[in-house]
């Protein structure tokens, strides 16, 4: 169970070109799902917060024009990256929180699979 | 905001012997940390996680402590085995407990590369 889809999982593009990155919660829903970065060898860093119905909540630094989220329904949130540049390329993975409660009283953090985002 | 800070960045340990990875915090109001591992080109993994009210948790080979007052929390692996091998990251966020409100986006930090020699 706790299965979170993200499609595409590589993506190489030209610069200036938009792209959607999706992020699915397969078997569970999710009002509230999360977007990281990860450059190669380092840490996760999360970018925004994503919530169902609702504008999503930007970290500092984090463009929100350049980075379009929707969270349209409570299983699906998407990442759109507009007019990407080579500094863009990066590897984007989505999280999911679960709203069933676990026995320890906490609602885990589900993560999908990621996108490698390349721009030429 | 928060701040976590993880070492060793990397740790060799032999087989069967026991791996400790140590992380700290900086935000006194987090009170959710959780413990994942990721291989290369993965996904990271939910392994382990620890709220505030609770000083030590334990799954099989797994645990965790936590103290609050130092603001530090422990990974701790024990008889360790080839397929342990990978990247592990704490994180830390607040939450909500019991309130039906989550936690909040995760900080992690920067990572362990634990290496099992055989």
């Known amino acids: 169970g706790a299965v979170v889809s993200q499609h595409p999982s590589w993506v190489i593009c030209k610069s200036g070109t938009s792209v959607k990155i999706e992020c699915r919660s397969l078997?569970?829903?999710?009002?509230?799902m999360f977007w990281y970065r990860q450059f190669p060898k380092q840490s996760l860093m999360l970018m925004a917060t994503s919530n169902e119905g609702s504008k999503a909540t930007y970290e500092q630094g984090v463009e929100k024009d350049k980075f379009l989220i929707n969270h349209a329904s409570l299983t699906l949130s998407t990442l759109t990256v507009t007019s990407a540049h080579p500094e863009d390329s990066s590897f984007y993975i989505c999280s999911a929180r679960d709203l069933v409660v676990t026995e320890g009283g906490n609602q885990p953090q589900h993560f999908g699979d990621g996108t490698r985002l390349s721009i030429l | 905001g928060e701040n976590v800070e993880q070492h060793p960045s990397t740790l060799s340990v032999q087989e069967g012997d026991s791996a400790v990875i140590k992380c700290t915090y900086s935000?006194?109001?987090?009170?959710?940390f959780p413990w994942y591992k990721q291989e290369l080109g993965k996904r990271p993994q939910l392994i382990i996680d620890i709220r505030s009210n609770v000083g030590e948790k334990k799954d099989q080979r797994i645990a965790v402590t936590l103290n609050k007052t130092a603001k530090h929390f422990s990974l701790h692996i024990t008889e360790t085995q080839p397929e342990d091998s990978a990247v592990y990251f704490c994180a830390a966020s607040f939450s909500l407990m019991y309130s039906g409100g989550g936690a909040d986006g995760l900080t992690f930090g920067k990572g362990t590369h634990l290496i099992i020699q055989p």
């Open positions: 935000d006194s109001a987090s009170n959710y």
């Open positions: 078997d569970f829903q999710a009002t509230t």
